[in-house]
Structure formats: structure tokens, C-alpha cells
């Protein structure tokens, strides 16, 4: 949604006029090096790390995937939801690039302030209804021309697939999302001021055949309280890990002793070339370089741990741990 952002027609036509040498690709590359000085907009400020933008794309795609099993289930057809995109804007950009008429599902989200919205797509808002009422998921756009039967079922559904919206939110703080308002112009609806700026999380949804987009916006209000913890050194501390129970220590060690690890013990090694490889026969004898009356290397799950001596017990080979293995490897262990 950026303004730098080129739409594929504005890219066609540029390709064209540079092979067609309407446009000459140096002076391009002469007036680039020119412009130094970049023009800053106040009214698009960016309020939000990349590396906090990452981790609210993370947590759309856990809620992407909680959605597509949900609408899955309640409409029984095939149904994928999936991250489009991320962005942050100003509300006023955010609310003129949606349709004129379209679904729009506002939710409080307390503990945080404000208001979230959620903006199906009209293709796929029609496609959900017509599915639950009993036909093929077909799309119709007639946002306008909603009966009362029709909004409240929209309304229903929306707002108990946004309920999940709590478990995406979960790693970070536990919300109890609410649904204060259905509306299908945009223009009725003022949740913040039209240069606030917002985070805008865009996804690509295909539900039978019919294809559309859900866009979440999340004003900056409502994500300032938790801002701190939406970054990856948080998210690598985990200050709120749950300590393990005893009981569930004792458990693992339990499982833990009665896993089977490979042990080998080597005789000794040796290098020979390629040549050498090719001319061995029966009877040939090849000369480790291990001393007879040296100790032998154990390896457990091929990293050194002991020293043995070979022998037979109950005329079966055998060896004796003698020592830890006290080699260049030990700190493996």
C-alpha cells in the first residue's frame, strides 16, 4: 500500500517506453545519482520498527491459519487464508483504498485501548453468507442492498471467527475481543483521527472458488501499550516461560533413560590411497596405526565418552570400560 510501490501497469508501461527508447536507462541512473535529498511526508510516519512489523506479520499467520480451520469447518469447502501483506499508513490512506461499500467489523480488544477493524472483501463476505445458507459459495456483490436476516448472520460469523483473534494474540497479552459495530461504508466509520497512523495486515483469501481480501487494521493506539514486546529480544527472553513442574522434569528424565543411543568401539583407523583400495585381495593385511595394548575409543552416538580394553564374554566379543575419554573431543560431553 506504500505510495512508492509501482502497480504492475505503471511497471508494464515503464519496461515498454525503455524498450521501445522512449526512456533512456542512463539518464535515469544520471538523474538518481542527482537526487540526494528525499522527500519526507510527515503525514505517512513510520511508528513501528521492521523488526516489530515481523513480529505482528508472525502473529497474523498463526491467526491466518486459526481462520482458515475455522471457515473450513463452518462452511465445509475448501478455504486458504494467508498473509499478503504488512503495512503502515495513515488511517485516511487505509479507509480510501478499500471499496466504497464493503464489511466492516469493529472490535474493542480490552485490556488495549481503541478499536481493531476487520474489512472483508464484499466477494468474500457474499461467499460466506451464500454458503451458509445452503448454496455453492458463489459471490454476488450487493453490500448495499443487505436484509436485516443477512446482516445479522454476516455479523454472527465474523464475530465468532475474530474470537480466535485471542489466540493469536496470546505470546504477547491475553484480549477478550468484543464486537461493537457492523458497517458496509467506510466513510461512516471514524475510528481515529485520518493521519493517525496504522498497521494494516492484509490477507489473501480464497474460499471455493472466489477470491478476495480481509484486512486487519490495528491503530497505533491500541498496539502502544505492548509495543516493547513485539520485538525478537523479547520474543527470544520469554520473560513469561513457565517454569517446568518436578513432576514433569522427573518425567522427561524418566523417557530420557530409556532412549537407545548407538555405542561402537573402534579398533583403530588407518589411511590408504585409492590405489592401494583397488589391488587389496584375500589375505592382504592392513596395518591400523593403534598400538595392540593401547586402550580402545568408545563413541555414543559418535562422539567419544570412554576408553576400553576388548575381550569375550560368553564367547561373544565384548569390552570393558576402562576410563572417560579424555581426547581433544571431550568437551562434546
Known sequence: MSGEVLSQNEIDALLSALSTGEMDADELKKEEQEK???VYDFKRALRFSKDQIRSLTRMHDNFARILTTFFSAQLRTFV?????????IPYEEFIRSIPNMTVLNVFEVPPLDGHVLMEVNPN???AVLDRLLGG???????????????????????????????????????????MTNFEVNPQF??????NETVVVISLDTTIGETTGMINICLPHVVLEPVIPKLSVHYWMQNPDRKEREPEELENLQKRIQKAEVPVVSELGGTSITIEEFLALSIGDVIELEKRIDE??????????KFTAQ?????KKMAIQILDDFKGGDEDHG
Open 36 to 38: 540526494r535529498v528525499k
Open 80 to 88: 486458504q487464508i494467508s498473509v499478503a501483506s504488512t503495512d503502515q
Open 124 to 126: 468474500i463476505a457474499y
Open 136 to 178: 455453492r459459495g458463489e459471490s454476488i456483490n450487493n453490500i448495499e442492498g443487505l436484509t436485516e436476516i443477512e446482516t445479522k448472520i454476516m455479523s454472527s460469523v465474523f464475530e465468532r471467527a475474530f474470537e480466535h483473534y485471542r489466540e493469536a494474540w496470546s505470546n504477547i497479552v491475553d484480549i477478550d475481543p468484543l
Open 189 to 194: 466509520l471514524q475510528m481515529v483521527s485520518p
Open 295 to 304: 586402550p580402545l575409543i568408545v563413541k555414543v552416538s559418535d562422539i567419544p
Open 310 to 314: 576388548a575381550g569375550k564374554l560368553n
